[in-house]
């Protein structure tokens, strides 16, 4: 069975406990588990790793980048977290493996909080970007990364 990687960032270990007017109650162990189930009803299996270091993300991406060129990946789901907003390592690391397909998903609408929120350096570089649907968001990005990369009707001739 082909396979998704989720991608969670700094801090998004602590969901259930952080600022949960932002990012409700759901823990991260519970948004890995609903991906994961999703994934059985989709037909793929899903893996998923989180880190509060950036090269630890970087380093998935690279190795993430084999498994795709093996035929194994369908595509990755990242919540870049706080480094959506910082970091150029990171839009590098997508850029560098392309053509794999990447979503960018985030929890909250980052475009009505402050305006440090508002850039992005992931986006440039992602196939999609799923904001403000709160941990839907992860399985909404699941079925655009199938809808695009497997279904599209763009990608099927007439
Ligand atoms: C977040 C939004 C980011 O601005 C923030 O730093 C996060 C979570 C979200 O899912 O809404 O850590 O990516």
């Known amino acids: 069975m082909k396979k998704i990687l989720i991608l969670n960032g700094p801090n998004l270990n602590l969901l259930g406990t952080r600022e949960p007017a932002q990012y409700g109650y759901t823990t991260l162990a519970d948004v890995e588990a609903f991906c994961k189930a999703h994934g059985q009803t989709i037909g793929y299996e899903v893996e998923c790793f989180q880190s509060n270091w950036e090269g630890a993300l970087i380093d998935r991406i690279h190795e993430a980048s084999s498994q795709y060129k093996a035929g194994e990946l369908l595509g ?83």
């Open 76 to 158: 990755i789901v990242i919540n870049p977290g706080a480094l959506t907003h910082t970091s150029i390592a990171l839009h590098d690391a997508i850029k560098g493996v392309e053509p794999l397909p990447v979503i960018e998903c985030h929890i909250s609408n980052v475009h009505a909080r402050e305006a440090f929120r508002h850039h992005s350096w992931v986006s440039p570089a992602a196939a999609g970007i799923v904001v403000g649907f709160g941990v839907d968001g992860y399985l909404i990005a699941m079925d655009g990364l199938v809808r695009k990369f497997v279904n599209s009707a763009a990608t099927k001739k007439p």
